[in-house]
């Protein structure tokens, strides 16, 4: 047997710091996802990372898919990435006060997707969307806005309502602590359901400030947007005077060099655009930043110069602006064909395996972003409640093969698979090889009544 595909059993480093984590911190995690409460078992506790490999505190290393969901485009711990942010720390971690690369990002970010005009640097998705919202709201002076059922925008109290990721992972339709009245501000509806759309801007369309939308939703499983989906709800929107926002904190500069958008936009008629996109992920290079972006007129809603308020103290950071910056400069076409490559290698090996092993899937894709579906799935899904459907037991059984044969998957039937420009040749024959045994396990699940 190839030495890489031992089974990796030792995991008592792991167990003993969940064991100790538990006792000072909610669920041992600090993001639920963590907890591998949809997978079971014990997570593994990371200590390193080196292009497409992480090693966990008893030494086991792994061929990564999880890239911390997506900042780690390049690759762990990208030399030129980790000297800029050496540097930087070396001047100073943070001053309270603006530092030169901070609008050397924003023109990096409106150099790669020419339909935004301004930039404001926040630290987490949350807070991007969170604040296109409030800019929405400012722009519009409506109070209503837009959600799909599935799509993730962060953990503010509004957009929690049927979201994807943890929520999805977790089978949680909201989150306690969210009031009623917050609530009642979104309406939720079905993803890639225009008939649903129309319905509600006819019933509510002079109250309706903003839909925000995943550019492809990638956090309930991959699932991009139906064929002029797009463009309908721009135009729609657009037409009962609400604006859209792009969410593109996980598919921005991932799925390509210009996010998910830049994909949509050649099949979009010229002029049709959203007004507002939002960024994490990526653009912070591994470190806590993210962005949002849009026109000119709406960007400067925000304070100092208009009456839209966002602060923070740690927004552009000098480390994470470093981080961000190195790691755009360097995704370049030669880092995307790479992406690009490791992508259709991957999907068709797994398609492979599974169809070897007689087990219901579907590969679901949206740029160099891909997830796989457990289940009987004859036609794309187009919503939620179809992605809810599949057979977590063989996502289950299927993780844990993998992850005993040195592959790190993410630990989430709802989650995408995320692949660096550093998967060469030989990271992906290490996980082409792991592959067979897991699609017999997930098999073995897939027989069993274990959704």
């Known amino acids: 047997m190839n030495a890489h595909l031992i089974p990796h059993p030792d995991a008592s480093g792991s167990a003993a710091l969940s064991e100790r984590a538990a006792r000072v911190i909610p669920g041992g995690v600090n993001s639920p996802v963590r907890a591998y409460g949809s997978v079971g078992g014990t997570p593994r506790f990371l200590v390193s990372g080196t292009g497409p490999y992480v090693t966990d505190v008893d030494g086991n290393e792994y061929v990564d898919l999880v890239a911390s969901w997506g900042p780690a485009l ?56 969170m604040t296109a919202i409030r800019i929405a709201r400012g722009a519009t002076q409506r109070p209503l806005i837009i959600k799909f059922a599935g799509h993730y925008h962060g953990h503010s109290d509004g957009l929690l309502a049927e979201a994807g990721s943890g929520l999805a992972t977790l089978a949680m339709p909201g989150s306690a602590g ?30 309706i400030a903003a839909i ?17 989906f797009t463009e309908a709800m721009i135009r729609l929107a657009h037409a009962h005077g609400a604006l859209v926002i792009l969410d593109e ?56 110069l208009g009456p839209v308020y966002q602060a923070g103290t740690l927004s552009g950071n000098p480390l994470a602006v470093a981080a961000g910056l190195t790691t755009l ?30 087990v219901p899937h579907r590969v679901q894709r949206a740029g160099t972003l891909f997830s796989v579906l457990f289940g009987d799935f004859p036609s794309a899904p187009r919503g939620y409640a179809e992605v809810q459907r599949q057979h977590v037991g063989a996502h289950r059984a299927f993780f844990h093969a993998m992850l005993e044969r040195g592959v790190n998957l993410p630990p989430s039937a709802f989650e995408a698979w995320f692949v660096t420009a550093a998967h060469d040749d030989v990271a992906l024959a290490r996980i082409i090889e792991a ?17």
């Open 212 to 228: 925000i939308a995943e550019s492809a939703a990638a956090n309930m499983g991959v699932l991009p947007p139906m064929p002029g």
């Open 249 to 304: 904190v996980l598919t921005g500069f991932r799925a390509g060099a210009s996010g998910f958008w830049g994909i949509e936009q050649d099949r979009v008629a010229a002029g049709v655009a959203p007004d507002l996109l939002t960024f994490g992920k990526v653009v912070g290079g591994g470190l806590p930043l993210a962005a949002l972006g849009g026109r000119a007129d709406l960007m400067e809603l925000l304070a100092p």
């Open 178 to 207: 969210v009031t009623a009245e917050t609530a009642g501000q979104t309406l939720v509806l079905p993803y890639n359901d225009l008939t649903a759309l129309e319905a509600a801007f006819t019933e509510h369309g002079d109250r």
């Open 74 to 129: 390049l690759g762990h711990a990208h030399p030129a990435v980790v000297d800029a942010v050496q540097q930087a720390a070396a001047r100073g971690l943070g001053f309270g006060a603006s530092v030169p690369q901070e609008a050397e990002l924003a023109e990096e970010i409106i150099s790669r997707m020419p339909v935004i005009e301004r930039v404001r640097l926040v630290s987490t998705g949350t807070e991007a969307t």
């Open 329 to 358: 400069r360097h995704a370049d076409a030669d880092a995307y064909a790479r992406l690009s490559h490791a992508a259709d290698v991957l999907t068709g090996a797994v398609t492979a395996a599974l169809e070897e092993a007689g």
């Open 435 to 451: 592959l067979p045994d897991a699609a017999r396990a997930a098999a073995g699940a897939s027989g069993a009544d274990a959704r």
